[in-house]
């Protein structure tokens, strides 16, 4: 056989960076007759599964949404639980996290969780911020909204300083003051437990992603969903407003 004849092995397109909106805990439990608490542990769970799965896919950033802003709205057992679960997991799952090669890093206002968890979540940054294999990003109390007006609001204090004119402003600019600075924007955007939406997600880093709705509650998300998801982006053409080559 020549050269020209060998087969060639299909290529299979990896994401870069993977988005998900973790849904589908409260309605796990009420399916289960357990408590909400109860659900939200067992997607703490869920969270170790998708970490495997991102890594076994050469996935290099995992990013979640565990809370958003509009979450403080439920009630404070509700609040009171998630606080502690988050808690757990920084405590027992960071050495996990750390052997497994994985930088953790948060986004959002991680602050309203009170100084103690606040300090033990920057410390978790900190001692993984040389890991290399996998970036997972928590968005905790996170509002794609809020992101971006914060970010206008450094470009007008830039503006007003002198340090740039209004008419210099670029796209570049406005990413480069949002929380997802130093990472890529993400090639897909899923969201579990059957529901259509973003929810106030990176709603910048989105604008060109690939959308995907599974339906599973998150408590049931294995690593073979994960593939699911490899397989799903694999077969997309992605065309950034352009015709495919």
Known sequence: MSSSDKVTEPVVLSPAHVAIIMDGNGRWARSHGASVAYGHREGAEAVQRCVRGAIAHNVKFLTLYAFSSENWKRSPEEISNLTALLRFYIRHKLAELHKQDVRLQIIGEPERFGESLYNELQSAERKTSQNRTLTLTLALSYGGRSEIVIAARKLAQSVLE??????????????ANLQTADMPDPDIVVRTSGEHRLSNFLLWQSAYAELLFLNVLWPDF????????????????????????
């Open 162 to 175: 002198g340090k740039l004119s209004l008419d210099q402003i670029e796209e570049h600019h406005m990413a």
């Open 222 to 245: 294995r690593e073979h969903h994960f593939t699911e998801i490899i397989d799903h982006y694999a077969g997309r053409t992605r065309r950034f407003g352009g015709r495919p080559q």
